[in-house]
């Protein structure tokens, strides 16, 4: 509407590179996670496929999409082959906010920050449907698990970015970017990122958080009954929520692309491949929680420190007028 | 983006529709958030995309979810879908269709007598112009909702509250006696 041809082709090429390079990203995140978890527990990894065992994701995506698509007789069809695409479609819908540099984003929404959290608050929705589909006891138990641990998670998530919000003023992506010129936010809102990383960890659940597929417990959770590219498509959402979760720690908290001599778009993936390292690292050292200290550490602990610093942010930002 | 709005609502009309009539519980309830959702696009193309956002965070997301996480623990099977068939018989509709179809008949009228105003905003309405309204007109509106939220908080704190304390005396009396 009132765009010139230029501007439209380059729309697309940003769309269908971001698309384009995620879905990469996310590939590599499966090589890129098993040689940091090799290195960091003392033992190799994946090193046969090629040169360090780069082909591995290859290897694997070979193998998933060979396997047989199957879906167990005594499952609700529909709602089994719909779950696995929610969760993959919400987290790259929502990777369409993000400012990866001042020019290269797919949406400048000004509700934007709402947006993502609308879409992650969604993704809900494949976990709990997918157990539920599968008519399977172990399945049905880690998507009651996950929507209860989700949707706990969820409120002080969107808590915990309020003090963003009031520090720039703006809902908006790009807004919140421009306005950490002077200071990253991590410095004013320390509290806040330390809240919005663990709730991070939660919404992916990611270990030590991922009581919905505890494999010493529940076989493999929500996805016990899934095999194949469905099985494939839980397993990509996963690591593209982490890379979502990582590139939005970067944009609210550490300045997203700002920073000296380098182009933009390589300071926004250097902060972000630093916090996938960090998701993976956590992944690495910590053991998992029981499934009610979980809970109570997110509406006992979380929770009541999310509104205080909402409370002193508030507080603070009224009293400099 | 009149083309979105009709679409959208054409979507919404749809689902809800889809909704009464369908027998399985969980499909049921996957229409009824596809009807939140069209509602949501309605929102953004009458220039309220902040509603939006909230519509889509707080009811397709929070409260829908609690329906089929409770849907999910009843666990209700095929038994549910065939007592559901049951009770959709077509006599059951004229009720319900009849004072539909009165509601209808008093939409077209209103449509027909009045007089064409655009519905579209001039501007589209953000965070700021919805916060301004909620705590300058509405206030009283948002503090009896908040009154209301609390209530039910106590409520559910004091339900929750009160199984934990029976427990531990059954353990002891060794049989429970009964308040």
């Known amino acids: 509407m ?3 041809v230029p501007e439209t082709i380059r729309h697309l090429i940003i769309v269908f590179g971001v698309l384009a390079v995620m879905m990469s990203i996310a590939a590599g995140l499966i090589w890129v996670e098993r040689r940091l978890l090799g290195f960091w527990q003392d033992r190799y990894g994946p090193n046969r496929v090629g040169p360090f065992g780069i082909l591995q994701p290859l290897a694997d995506m070979i193998k998933v999409f060979a396997k047989e698509d199957w879906v167990p007789p005594f ?8 779950a696995p695409a929610i969760i993959v479609v919400t987290v790259l819908l929502a990777f369409a906010v993000v400012p990866f540099a001042p020019s290269i984003s797919v949406a400048d929404l000004n509700v934007g920050l709402l947006y993502f959290l609308a879409l992650s608050s969604l993704g809900v929705y494949s976990v709990a449907l997918g157990g539920w589909a599968s008519d399977n006891k172990y399945a049905l138990i880690g998507a009651l698990r996950a929507s209860a641990q989700m949707i706990s998670y969820e409120v002080f998530m969107g808590l915990s970015l309020m003090g963003v919000v009031m520090l720039a003023g703006s809902f908006n992506l790009r807004a919140i970017v421009e306005a950490q010129r002077r200071l990253w936010f991590v410095v004013p809102q320390f509290f806040g990122f330390v809240i919005f990383l663990i709730a991070g960890v939660a919404e992916t659940h990611r270990l030590p958080f991922d009581l919905p597929e505890a494999e010493s417990e529940l076989v493999a959770g929500f996805h016990s009954e899934y095999s194949g590219m469905k099985f494939g498509l839980f397993f990509v959402g996963e690591y593209l929520g982490i890379t979502l979760i990582s590139a939005l720690i970067a944009t609210f908290f550490f300045g997203g692309w700002l920073g000296p001599l380098l182009p933009p778009a390589v300071w926004f993936f250097i902060k ?19 499934y ?11 929770l009541p420190l999310a509104l205080a610093n909402l409370v002193v942010t508030g507080g603070i930002i009224l009293a400099a007028g | 983006m009149e083309g979105v709005f009709y679409m959208a609502a054409a979507v919404a009309v749809i689902s809800t529709a889809l909704v009464i009539v369908q027998m399985n519980v969980v ?26 956002a909230l519509e889509v965070i707080i009811y397709a997301g929070a409260i ?16 549910s879908a065939g007592m559901e068939r049951q009770w959709m018989r077509a006599g059951m509709w004229a009720g319900p269709a009849v ?18 105003v655009s519905g579209y905003a001039a501007k589209a309405a953000g965070p700021r112009e919805v916060g301004i309204a909620l705590f300058g007109p509405y206030l009283i509106g948002v503090e009896l909702a908040s009154v209301l939220l609390l209530a ?27 308040d």
């Open chain 2, 99 to 116: 004072l539909a179809l009165l509601l209808l008949a008093d939409v077209i009228y209103m449509l027909a007598v009045s007089p064409r």
């Open chain 1, 292 to 302: 009610d200290q979980l809970i109570r550490l997110g509406w006992k602990v979380m």
């Open chain 1, 2 to 4: 009132g765009k010139t």
């Open chain 1, 75 to 82: 499952a609700d069809r529909p709602v089994f082959i719909l």
């Open chain 2, 27 to 52: 499909h049921a309830l996957l229409y009824l958030i596809l009807s939140l959702l069209s509602a949501a696009v309605i929102f953004v193309t009458l220039g309220a995309p902040f509603v939006a």
């Open chain 1, 272 to 290: 972000t491949f630093f916090f996938i390292g960090v998701f993976i690292l956590l992944r690495a050292t910590l053991p998992r929680p029981r």
């Open chain 2, 64 to 79: 829908m979810i609690l329906f089929v996480f409770v849907i999910m623990m009843l666990n209700l099977g095929t038994q």
């Open chain 2, 152 to 178: 039910g908080l106590v409520g559910s704190f004091h339900l929750g509250r009160s199984v934990r304390q029976r427990l531990p005396e059954e353990g002891e009396a060794g049989g429970g006696e009964g």
